[in-house]
């Protein structure tokens, strides 16, 4: 019990400081183009051009010098960029008597910083690139890398063939590759609040430490993106797997519907694999990793304004444990099936500098009795101001209901501890 509890205790530790964003000024240093070149409505929205320079495989190259032989071709420059986000959380349960504020986000946290990483990225060959995510304080156990990744792409003329090997504390296997920006990785969302505006997050399966191989296929339709990987982080001491086990396939759909770029996909996780806890930290132990997720988005304008709409639905079944075998579900540890869906609109009041967001979730946590609905659902706003193109103001306010919140339920907010029924963030992010 001990050596779970540790185990835990890890890939929390290492999630709080996962670097979760995938606008980096590094691009914009190699493209030498504007960060609204790849990004919709407000970085780290991707829009159609920002996803062709993640299907190139970062390779795509500006004003900036390259350096040149035989079989060379690299930018004159390491191309880095540093991120920060800093941020203030309230939520409205109560803690015991004597808990010092702000130790808690009960009774208001400063978290400064949130997240505060250095990124490498752009191009290694004319064919290769690379991203390469670092921890520059509080980094998981295997020293600063936080996540990494190495395209290796195949132009075939109307397609494109990827193969990617990649590594991640926190971003989920979807990390090796995904366009949307519905919260399929964890940092490609929306809106702060990622369980809230995410089915993936809440579930799960968009989440989390991950290592494994991405071979991907890619055209001006859509993308096919099929994965071996482990649910651990080979990065941190002890945590590599023994074998790539699970498997994760991604197909989406990337039409044009008038002036309205569409991105319809779905996610299937299966298998189970030997893991460590993500962290290195807790005994090597077999779980299954079982998930499925549908996700909708279409970007377009109405009124002459960005408008993005965006719909999520996933879920995690029960996966009973077995002496000698699997510990059960990486995604889902209740005794029901953990499940949600969301819907979600972005509209940009003043273009380039006033968005406003709302999401709503209807949820179930898998927790609780056996047959009894744990109900956790959401309802959240949000605000975002660009002060520069590289830094804004983020306001999210969720608000929680459903039998979860009641007395017994699994998030029960008059329990001393539990974070009631409320959340507010506001948030400073820059890049640079």
């Known amino acids: 019990m001990k ?46 051009f920002g996803q062709a320079f993640k299907a190139a495989g970062y390779t795509m190259m500006g004003a900036q010098e390259k350096v040149e032989g035989e079989h060379l071709s690299i930018p ?4 880095a960029a540093l991120l920060l986000k800093a941020r203030y959380q309230k939520t409205n349960g109560s803690d015991a008597v004597g808990t010092v504020s702000g130790t808690t986000r009960n009774g208001g946290q400063w978290q400064i910083p949130d997240e505060f990483s250095l990124f490498f990225g752009g191009r290694v060959a004319e064919n290769i690139g690379f991203m390469m995510e670092n921890n520059v304080v509080g980094g998981p156990l295997g020293g600063i890398v936080a996540g990494f990744k190495i395209p290796v792409v195949f132009d075939m003329g109307g397609a494109k063939l990827s193969v990617i090997p990649f590594l991640t504390d926190a971003l989920g296997v979807a990390y090796g590759y995904d366009e949307s920006s519905t919260g399929m990785v964890r940092g490609i969302r ?101 998930a499925t997720s549908l996700d909708f988005q279409a970007q377009g304008q109405v009124g002459g304004k960005d408008l993005s709409l965006y719909a999520t639905w996933a879920t995690a079944p029960v996966v009973t444990a077995v002496v ?48 009894v609905a744990d109900k956790a659902n959401a309802f959240t706003v949000a605000a975002v101001y660009d002060l520069t193109q590289n830094v804004a103001l983020h306001l999210n306010h969720s608000m929680y209901s459903g039998s ?19 959340l507010t963030t506001f948030m400073l992010e820059a890049a640079f």
């Open 324 to 371: 000698g075998g699997t510990t059960g579900n990486q995604y889902n540890a209740g005794l029901n099936t953990k499940s949600a869906w969301t819907i979600g609109a972005d509209y940009s009041v003043i273009p380039h500098v006033l968005h406003l967001g709302a999401a709503y979730r209807n949820a179930e946590t898998g927790a609780g009795a056996l047959g």
């Open 404 to 422: 979860a919140y009641n007395a017994g339920g699994s998030l029960d907010k008059a329990v001393i501890g539990n974070e009631g029924d409320q």
């Open 3 to 48: 050596k779970i509890v540790l185990s835990i205790a890890g890939v929390m530790a290492a999630a709080a400081f996962a670097p979760e964003a995938a606008a980096i000024p590094a691009f914009a240093r190699q493209t030498g183009m504007a960060c609204s070149a790849c990004h919709q409505q407000h970085y780290p929205v991707l829009n159609g």
């Open 190 to 290: 929306w809106m702060e609040h990622r369980a809230e505006i995410s089915a993936m997050q809440f579930v799960g399966n968009g989440a989390g430490a991950a290592t494994g191989l991405a071979f991907v296929a890619k055209n001006d339709m859509g993308y096919i993106n099929v994965t071996r990987f482990a649910p651990d982080f080979a990065a941190a001491g002890g945590a590599t797997s023994p074998q790539f086990r699970s498997n994760f396939v991604r197909i989406a759909a990337t039409p044009t519907m008038g002036d309205w770029a569409m991105h319809v996909g779905g996610a299937f996780t299966s298998g189970s694999s030997y893991t460590s806890g993500g962290a290195g930290v807790g005994p090597i132990v077999l779980v299954d990793t079982k």
């Open 76 to 79: 004159s420059s390491l191309n």
